[in-house]
Structure formats: C-alpha cells, structure tokens
C-alpha cells in the first residue's frame, strides 16, 4: 500500500512551496503530483517539491496503473501573509 506525506511551507515573496513524499509505490504504477508526473524510484519511492503563489489552492496527487486506475489525494491549501493554513481532505 502506498504511503503519502504531505507538507507546506511558506516561502518569501508571496509564495510557498508543498513537498510531497511517498513509499510503497508498486512497479508499473506512475505518480502524478499538481499535474505533472514525479519520478518513481526502483524501491517505490518518490519525491516532489511545488512552488505556488499566494492564495488557495487545491493540489492533487495520484498514484495510477497503466489502465488508469488507483488512489486520489487532494489537499487545499492557503498560502496567507502570517504563513500557510492547511486543509485537509483524505482520498476518494
């Protein structure tokens, strides 16, 4: 089963960044973080770092078979002046 963990960090300029880690990704399944695929490495783990501008935002991970299929992790986050809110919302 795969383990994902989140993380969100403010950074200057009226940004932040979200880091996304995980293991136990099986063979032959992709990672997809923010819309962009993240390199799998030959033990199931991967790692991913987004910069976002101030605001809301919603991110999205998923964890994909060839046909498609699999699990979906969405975050909304809010990037403010005094540092990041986090909310969550577990997989569907």
Do not use: C
Request: aromatic residues 6%.
């Amino acid at each position: 089963m795969a383990r994902i963990s989140w993380r969100a960090q403010q950074i200057p300029l009226g940004s932040g960044t979200v880091k996304v880690q995980g293991s136990g990704i099986p063979a032959g399944h992709t990672v997809w973080v923010a819309g962009r695929q993240i390199p799998v490495d030959p033990q199931g783990n991967f790692a991913a770092e987004e910069i976002l501008p101030a605001g809301a935002h919603s991110v999205e991970v998923s964890v994909l078979d060839d046909a498609g299929n699999g699990s979906l992790y969405l975050r909304d986050l809010e990037f403010q002046t005094h540092g990041p809110v986090l909310r969550r919302h577990w997989p569907t």
